[in-house]
């Protein structure tokens, strides 16, 4: 079966690594466990898995186990039985039943309670489980995934996690390591979540300055993938320049590249005077001689229109020309508003 890790950037030997293993363990049953910080794309690479099973066709059913309360995490997990508590008027399904012939991906499985870890286990090993408050054993057909940014073998040396779950979860273990220890994957990366927000913000592709690739690559990224993410989409709105240069990235990447970040820019200067337009205005500006001097009159004219607070006698009075000849040139700029 072919891989399908569409959507994971990178090309560096490390994740080269992760791929090898997940094509092997993909269209296997086994149960696989997915170590790595947080937002390595651990979540990523679990749909992926699922994509590339037999079970691909079937429910992939996530649940986070860090995210819901113990008592509610069981029903969850395997459903509940009308009547087994105070609240449960109906029989409901768990997230094993509905997952019934697909993939169950527990996320954060490290935050998960010893003593739900024991019937996650028997679901492993006996393929069945009850629901809470019920009698009748059910069978599982599921495939079981599970992921955590702990480092289960020390939770087990202190006594936080099952040590026989552990092992029976870590049939096929798979670490995806660091942004940091990707290498040129930082920059890919980039450009791809630049591509992304620029697009969907409707603007043209920001580019990445010299220096600042330099800066990215270097930096640690204790937030990984993620923190990458929400940076360029940052960028991609407040980013005013055609390309990212140093100045725009925060003191943090500087201070990790072990450089003082400068001072802002002070306040734009106060205009030393007039200075006749040159040519290289023209340039600078990418307009002809007549786009020029028409952005120059509207610009007069709105600042006229501006200190005399609308009224056009005035307005007209400072411009020194007649209000009939201001009505006028606001009328041809659609600037006429009454
Ligand atoms: N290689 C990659 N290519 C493209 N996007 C990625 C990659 N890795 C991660 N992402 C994106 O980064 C974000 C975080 O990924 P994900 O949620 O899979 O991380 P995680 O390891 O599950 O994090 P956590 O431990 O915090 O739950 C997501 O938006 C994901 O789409
Ligand atoms: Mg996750």
Known sequence: MELNVEGIIGTSPVLKEVFRILAKVAPTDSTVLVTGESGTGKELLVRALHRSSQRRDQPFVPINCGAIPR?????????????????AVRTRPGRFELAQGGTVFLDEIGEMDLSLQVKILRVLQEKEFEKVGGTKTQKADVRVVAATNRDLEREVAEGRFREDLFYRLNVIPLHLPPLRERGEDVLLLAEFFLRRFCGGKGRSCLGLSPEAREMLRTYQWPGNVRELENFMERMAILCEGESITP??????????????????????????????????????????????????EERLLLEALNESGGVKNQAAELLGIKRTTLIEKLKKRKLDNN
């Open 71 to 87: 008592e509610l995490l069981e029903s969850e997990l395997f459903g509940h039985e009308k009547g087994a508590f105070t609240h």
């Open 247 to 296: 100045e725009d990235l925060p003191e943090k990447i500087w201070r990790d590249a072990g450089r003082e970040r400068p001072p802002p820019p002070p306040a734009p200067a106060t205009p030393q005077g007039f200075v006749w337009p040159v040519l290289q205005d023209l340039r600078d500006k990418g307009l002809g001689l007549k786009e020029f001097l028409d952005t120059v």
